[in-house]
């Protein structure tokens, strides 16, 4: 289904049609916002539709390869102007979308199936860590696998790797488990709240060369995201590495939910039409929190990336953070 979102600020509505973080999709299924909505009065919910990653999954498929590279003042600028203008909606708004997270990409799994995610090669080719397994065998953990657009891929380049998925979203992990190259040997995959539910429950303490956390925190409020750190370290071997990408501070997405107010929740934490999070992080704040969990920052950097819509004469300005950290 084609889908173009507009922003329709009075400062969106300032700028010069290139400048204009207009995302179109010719990818994203059709999808209904399936959120209840409960009897709370006067308080709103997301009404504008901001869809999570086809814009990831497009800006894989035009921006290739992967650099780093930083967005110019003048545009950080104007992010910055925007996020700060937005409020937080009603506290009882907030307590209910960060609560019900976890039925709510469950909904999104089996509504979407595997359809809505492309297999993400690239993450091998940023993260070479996983070619090490020709060399010895390696058992790795990807957190918050949706249904596995990672797990597969780096299995099949990978004979010697072991990899152990998990998600929340049990409908998500049943998909995982119809792939056709789910194998016992090769992977095991399990429903699992990181941010709850101890991994140590299903792999053993200190046994991980590798964990993958690919666009996964950000769906975690902060004040749970310490829980969810400590987790996946208790499951990793002293030396052991976090491959870690995820939505940063700025981008476009951010500026999009900012400019259509009812989205946000907390400091950089929005809800998407379907009930979903996502949160956008800064450098800073990502490597506080490993840092404080017993990790050493190996690399954290932005990502910036001009997806360009040709038919449209527009571009949107990505943002992501990616960043490797080294268990103590
Ligand atoms: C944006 S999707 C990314 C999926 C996959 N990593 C990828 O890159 O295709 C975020 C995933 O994180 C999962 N997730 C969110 N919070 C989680 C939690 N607390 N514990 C486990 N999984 C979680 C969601 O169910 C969803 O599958």
Redesign the pocket.
Known sequence: MAETIEHTTDIMSSMTLKDTPTVSSSTTPSETSSTTTPSEPSTPSPTTPVE??PIEARQEKLLQPLEPSILSQEKLDFARQVIEKDVSIKPWWVNKYKNE??KN?DKF?KRNETRF?KD?HWIEREFTVYKESSKKAMRSL?????VG??IFPVLEKNPDLFMYA????PS?IELVKQHKDYAEGRCEAFV????INPLTDHIEAESLDVVSS???LS??PAE?LEA?VRNIKSVMKSGGMICFRDYAVYDAAQVKFSSNPGHKLDTNLYVRQDGTLSHFFSAEQMKTLFEQEGFTTMECDYVHRETINRAMALSVDRRFLQAKFVKN
Do not use: H, Q
């Not at 990807?142 to 949706?146: I, K, L, N, P, Q």
């Not at 699992?192 to 941010?195: A, I, M, V, Y």
């Open positions: 999570p990653s997270a976890a990409w799994y995610y993400r990807e957190v918050g696998c949706g657009n990672f998990c998600d929340f979203a998500a699992c709240d990181l941010t690919i666009f996964v769906a975690i749970k969810a």
